[in-house]
């Protein structure tokens, strides 16, 4: 199976805390990023692909090794093989790091690195894969899922957030744990509601 996720921040400790940009009532990192790998984990099997689009982490240390490390061994802890879109956060150093270290499951590489974003298609749409949100105009078919944004959403039915953050999980008639990908159905669900909603705005 295929899952979309954005914008972890795996050791980002500013941003503990409630907030309107992105509430997340954890005391420590450490708890944060438990929560993150143990919702993922019990919904993601080994054989599944899970794309992450940007802002993996924010931590940085001299020398970056030592940060390096500590970010690849939370992702080795994350079921999957995982598709990594660039985002702002995510410097190359750390994506270097990650493809020297990368390594085989399932038969082909854990980390799969894309700059700018990565277009598949599921069932009758295609889906165009970006950290920032990019507005593609007047293209039915294809729907861009991005994350940057945190607990905001943007106002076009055809972009749709899936960071771990979103508030467009209220399309959903169901609740996941927080730092949970979301599912191709869990977007198909989301895309739909949405697109009902702006129709009753007109």
Known sequence: ?????????????????ISDFAPRPFLTVEDMNQ????????????????????????????PAQ???????????????????VK????NRDLFKFLDKNNYLLNGKPKFEFHDVGVLIKYDHRQYYMTHYPMMLGIAPKIINL??????????????INVGI????????DYKLPFG????MQDIEQMVDRKAIDFAKRR
Do not use: Q
């Open 1 to 17: 199976m295929r899952f979309v996720t954005a914008d972890t921040h795996f050791f980002h400790k500013d941003l503990l805390g």
């Open 66 to 84: 030592k940060s390096n490390l500590a970010v690849l061994e939370v992702l080795n802890k994350l079921n999957g093989n995982l598709v990594l």
């Open 146 to 159: 991005h994350g940057h944004i945190h607990h905001y959403a943007v106002s076009a039915k055809e972009n």
């Open 165 to 172: 953050d979103t508030p467009e999980t209220d399309y959903l």
């Open 35 to 62: 929560c993150i790998i143990d919702s993922w984990n019990d919904r993601v099997k080994p054989s599944d692909t899970v794309y992450h689009l940007g802002d993996i982490a924010l931590y940085f240390t001299k």
């Open 87 to 90: 985002g702002n956060h995510d």
């Open 180 to 183: 949970t990908p979301f599912s």
